[in-house]
Structures are given as C-alpha cells and as structure tokens.
C-alpha cells in the first residue's frame, strides 16, 4: 500500500498530467480553428483571383473578337495576357497554401485535383494567347485571311474548352469556400466549446482526486484524534486501526504501544496504591484503638506533662490525628477503585442508592438543620451500585460541609436522558457556592478549597462521572450547582 509521501506525488503528477491535457485540448482545438480560418481566407482570395483571371480572359478575347468583326483589319491595342498570367499564378499559389494546411483531408484533396485543374486550364489559355497573338501579327503584316482563320481556331478553343472548364473551376472554388466556411464555423464553435468542457471535467477529476486523499489522511486523522479522546478519559485499552500500511498506521502503533505501557504503568501504580493504603490501614487502625484507650486511662487519672498538658489531651491528639490519617487512607481506596471498571454490573435505582446516601447522613442532615429534596423518580442505570453510592456520597458530603446559610437546602433532581441517551442529573445546595479562582481546579485530586476535607472526594466523583461516559460541569448559581451525565455501562463502547 502506497505510503502517504507517495500518494501526495502521485495526485500531484495526476493533476499536473490533467491540467496539461486541458491546456493542449484547448490549444490543439484553437490551432484547429485557426488553420480552418486561413482556409476560408485562401479560399475567398482564390475565387477573387479566379473571377480576376476569367475577366480579363474575356478582355483578352475581345481582341480576337475584334479581329473576326474586323474581317482581321482591326483588334484592341491594350494587352491584358500579363494580367491573366499574374491572377493564375496568384492563383496556383494559394491553392498550394491550402493544400498545406489541409494535408490528405478530402478538402486537400479535393484541393490537389482542383491545383491540376487550374495548371491545364492556364496551359491551354497559354495556347489560346499564342494564336490571338499570332493573329494580331498576321493582321498587322495585312495578311487579313490568315488573321482570321486563326482568330477563328483561338476563339473556337476558348468557348468550347477553355471557358466551360474555367467555369467549372469558378464553381468548384465557391463550393470550396463554402466548405471551408461551414468547417471554420465548426472549428470555431468547437474552440469555444473545449475549454467549456475540459476546464470543469479536469476540475472535477481534480477535486476528486483531492477528496480521495484527503478522506484517507481525515480518516487516519480522526482516527487518531478518537484513540487520543479514549487515553485523554483513562480509557487506556484503546487500540487504534488506520486501516493503512503507512505513515499514520507507524504513529498509530507508537501510539497503541504507548497507551498498552500507559495501561501497564496506571495498573501497577493503582495496584501499588490499594496495597499501600491497605496495608497502611492495619497498623493506623491499631493506633488509633491504642490511642482510645490510652486516652482513656490517662483521663481518668489525670496525670499531666511537665508543662501541664494533660497526657489524656495528648492522646486524643494521637486518636484524632490518626482518625484522620484512616479517612485520608480510605478515601485514597475509594479514589484508587473509583476509576476500575466495574466487575459486578446491574441494573441500579437510582432513588434506592440515594435513599441510602441520605439515611447515612441523616445525623449531619439533622444537626445542620438541612432540608433535602429529591425528585420522586431518579430513573434507573446499568452500573456498579457501589460506585453510583461513592458519586452521590460524596457530593451530598460536599454539599452538606459549604452548604452554610440561614435555612439550608440540598437538591437531587432528574433532568431526564440527552440526546446520546446519557441520564441527566443536578447536585445544588444554597450555601455560599464555590470560590471562582477554585472553579477550574475543582476536581483535581487533593485540590482542597477553604474548609476543605482530604481534597479526594470531588476527584472521585469525576472519576466515576468520566467511567460511563459522562461529564460533570460544576458552577454557581445561588448556591454550588453540580450537573453531570452517566450513560448504562452495556452502552460503553470500550
């Protein structure tokens, strides 16, 4: 298969090859039509000199006429043979003109019998002027007789020989001149019909030549753009197919090896992560259970540092801090399995999980005296219920920590399926919304605003949000607004 470099010279030379013919097609028509237009120019200057010859024949033949009127006394003093021999030769000239231009065409060879003709006709005319000549003498020696016997033999061979056959010359050079006439008119209107027809059939072969590319090298373009689109969303399992054996199918597969070590990589790093959190949690929770107790005993017995701490201060310390260090540890689990796909599939409910999200919550809901509002139906999903869980989980908790005002509100609405079928849904509480320098970090990971918590929690949400083909929008609208899409996971095209 031709490579793209390859392919580039070949439509180039292609198109180059169209517009050459174009142009030799126009040129080739136009010398047609300007050969075919010197025809009819010879033409109409040959039947002029024909007519010129024929009428000063008949001058010429009006001194034998004289002399047969004359009983050979008397004949015109004006000789016109020099003038007849110049309008032959004028004649035979352009007739071997046209010949040329019109080579072994039935019009040249009607030409090439027409040239003999017009030689013999002049042959015998010279004839005929040798005995009007001789005449002419005779008569001036006043040897009458013989002058008119030979005027007589001239005047004989000129109407029985010479005029009939220099009419049929005229005729035949008007019936040539017509000829050419009607061809030139065709030439004509083929020289204006060519570029016509030629310009926009080599255009069109132009241009599709163009879109034949150019649908290649788009194709293998988009390609490309859609695999970087699957990597850009994590999907690391995409694997891209020009379809080509060419320059893009060499960027295709550095490509699909990149993303294969991208997978390899990400997995490690996500296995690392669960086994790091994992077992950091075993000895974080046996510090913390230590810590209580600890803080206990050493409460009750009211034993302080030498500064006067108390040492049952100090271990709440310990217990609140490792407390801490046990939620950041799970959250990074939560953060770590958020982005996996989902092994255990089924159709969800979705009023069920947040039903549950909100019964969690309850003692917060009630402690901060929020009031929480949810559409009647939140419609239902192919997915992994525990990851549906961690998404409203997480954004009712980020709702209920900035959600400080005077009567505070959260709300879950349906907003019903888009246009690709992906389910719509809204997060808003009336608090004091998102600070606009934090909008476009909202959602990376450990980015906490004021009075944040671990800084994972939104980051889990995208993740999860971006596993089924959706995409989240967070702004501000008298209180933070959170809308987002998820699409049923037997949907993913992976």
């Given at each position: 298969m031709m490579s793209v470099r390859t392919r580039l010279v070949a439509s180039t030379i292609i198109e180059f090859v169209i517009f050459v013919l174009i142009i030799a097609g126009i040129v080739i028509s136009t010398?047609?039509?300007?050969?075919?237009?010197?025809?009819?120019?010879?033409?109409?200057?040959?039947?002029?000199?024909?007519?010129?010859?024929?009428?000063?024949?008949?001058?010429?033949?009006?001194?034998?006429?004289?002399?047969?009127?004359?009983?050979?006394?008397?004949?015109?003093?004006?000789?016109?043979?020099?003038?007849?021999e110049d309008s032959f030769t004028i004649w035979e000239t352009l007739l071997r003109e046209n010949i040329k231009l019109s080579g072994n065409s039935n019009l040249g060879l009607r030409q090439k019998s027409e040239l003999a003709r017009v030689e013999a006709l002049q042959k015998t005319y010279e004839n005929i002027v040798l005995q009007v000549d001789e005449a002419v003498a005779a008569s001036t020696a006043a040897n009458y007789a013989q002058a008119v016997t030979v005027t007589t033999v001239a005047a004989g061979t000129y109407r029985t020989g010479f005029l009939p056959a220099l009419e049929t010359a005229i005729a035949n050079e008007q019936a040539d001149a017509a000829s050419a006439d009607v061809q030139s008119k065709s030439a004509s209107s083929t020289s204006r019909t060519v570029p016509l027809v030629l310009a926009p059939v080599g255009l069109a072969l132009v241009a599709l030549i163009s879109i034949i590319l150019m649908r290649d090298v788009t194709k293998s373009i988009t390609a490309l753009k859609n695999g970087a689109q699957q990597l850009g969303d994590d999907d690391f399992d995409v694997?891209?197919?020009?379809?080509?054996?060419?320059?893009?199918?060499?960027?295709?597969?550095?490509?699909?090896?990149?993303?294969?070590?991208?997978?390899?990589?990400?997995?490690?790093?996500?296995?690392?992560?669960?086994?790091?959190?994992?077992?950091?949690?075993?000895?974080?929770?046996?510090?913390?259970?230590?810590?209580?107790?600890?803080?206990?005993?050493?409460l009750a017995k009211l034993q302080?540092?030498?500064?006067?701490?108390?040492?049952?201060?100090?271990?709440?310390?310990?217990?609140?801090?490792?407390?801490?260090?046990?939620?950041?540890?799970?959250?990074?689990?939560?953060?770590?399995?958020?982005?996996?796909?989902?092994?255990?599939?089924?159709?969800?409910?979705?009023?069920?999980?947040?039903?549950?999200?909100?019964?969690?919550?309850?003692?917060?809901?009630?402690?901060?005296?929020?009031a929480i509002n949810v559409t009647s139906d939140l419609g239902s999903l192919m997915a992994n219920p525990a990851q549906i869980y961690q998404l409203f989980a997480n954004l009712v908790s980020n709702a209920i920590r900035y959600g400080e005002c005077e009567k505070p509100e959260i709300d879950i609405v349906y907003l019903g399926k888009d246009e690709s079928g992906a389910h719509r849904y809204r997060v808003r509480d009336n608090g004091r919304g998102i600070a606009p320098n934090n909008l476009d970090r909202l959602f990376e990971p450990f980015f906490k605003g004021e009075g944040g918590g671990t800084g994972i929690g939104l980051a889990t949400v995208d993740k999860i949000v971006k596993l089924y083909g959706g995409e989240i929008a967070a702004y501000n609208?008298?209180?933070?607004?959170?809308?987002?899409?998820?699409?049923?996971w037997e949907n993913q095209a992976w």
């Amino acid at each position: 298969m031709m490579s793209v470099r390859t392919r580039l010279v070949a439509s180039t030379i292609i198109e180059f090859v169209i517009f050459v013919l174009i142009i030799a097609g126009i040129v080739i028509s136009t010398g047609r039509s300007d050969r075919n237009d010197n025809q009819v120019r010879y033409s109409l200057r040959r039947l002029s000199e024909a007519q010129t010859a024929a009428r000063n024949v008949g001058l010429e033949m009006d001194r034998a006429d004289d002399l047969l009127a004359s009983n050979g006394t008397r004949y015109g003093k004006v000789d016109y043979n020099g003038r007849v021999e110049d309008s032959f030769t004028i004649w035979e000239t352009l007739l071997r003109e046209n010949i040329k231009l019109s080579g072994n065409s039935n019009l040249g060879l009607r030409q090439k019998s027409e040239l003999a003709r017009v030689e013999a006709l002049q042959k015998t005319y010279e004839n005929i002027v040798l005995q009007v000549d001789e005449a002419v003498a005779a008569s001036t020696a006043a040897n009458y007789a013989q002058a008119v016997t030979v005027t007589t033999v001239a005047a004989g061979t000129y109407r029985t020989g010479f005029l009939p056959a220099l009419e049929t010359a005229i005729a035949n050079e008007q019936a040539d001149a017509a000829s050419a006439d009607v061809q030139s008119k065709s030439a004509s209107s083929t020289s204006r019909t060519v570029p016509l027809v030629l310009a926009p059939v080599g255009l069109a072969l132009v241009a599709l030549i163009s879109i034949i590319l150019m649908r290649d090298v788009t194709k293998s373009i988009t390609a490309l753009k859609n695999g970087a689109q699957q990597l850009g969303d994590d999907d690391f399992d995409v694997v891209i197919d020009i379809g080509r054996n060419d320059e893009f199918k060499q960027v295709a597969d550095a490509f699909n090896s990149m993303a294969s070590g991208l997978k390899h990589s990400t997995e490690e790093l996500r296995q690392y992560a669960h086994t790091v959190s994992h077992d950091l949690k075993g000895p974080l929770s046996t510090v913390m259970l230590a810590s209580e107790l600890l803080e206990e005993e050493l409460l009750a017995k009211l034993q302080s540092t030498e500064y006067d701490t108390p040492l049952g201060e100090l271990a709440r310390l310990i217990k609140d801090n490792t407390g801490k260090a046990v939620n950041l540890v799970d959250e990074l689990l939560r953060l770590a399995e958020a982005g996996q796909f989902p092994v255990d599939v089924e159709e969800v409910l979705v009023s069920e999980v947040v039903k549950q999200v909100v019964n969690g919550r309850e003692i917060d809901l009630n402690n901060e005296g929020i009031a929480i509002n949810v559409t009647s139906d939140l419609g239902s999903l192919m997915a992994n219920p525990a990851q549906i869980y961690q998404l409203f989980a997480n954004l009712v908790s980020n709702a209920i920590r900035y959600g400080e005002c005077e009567k505070p509100e959260i709300d879950i609405v349906y907003l019903g399926k888009d246009e690709s079928g992906a389910h719509r849904y809204r997060v808003r509480d009336n608090g004091r919304g998102i600070a606009p320098n934090n909008l476009d970090r909202l959602f990376e990971p450990f980015f906490k605003g004021e009075g944040g918590g671990t800084g994972i929690g939104l980051a889990t949400v995208d993740k999860i949000v971006k596993l089924y083909g959706g995409e989240i929008a967070a702004y501000n609208d008298n209180g933070a607004v959170f809308e987002f899409t998820l699409k049923d996971w037997e949907n993913q095209a992976w």
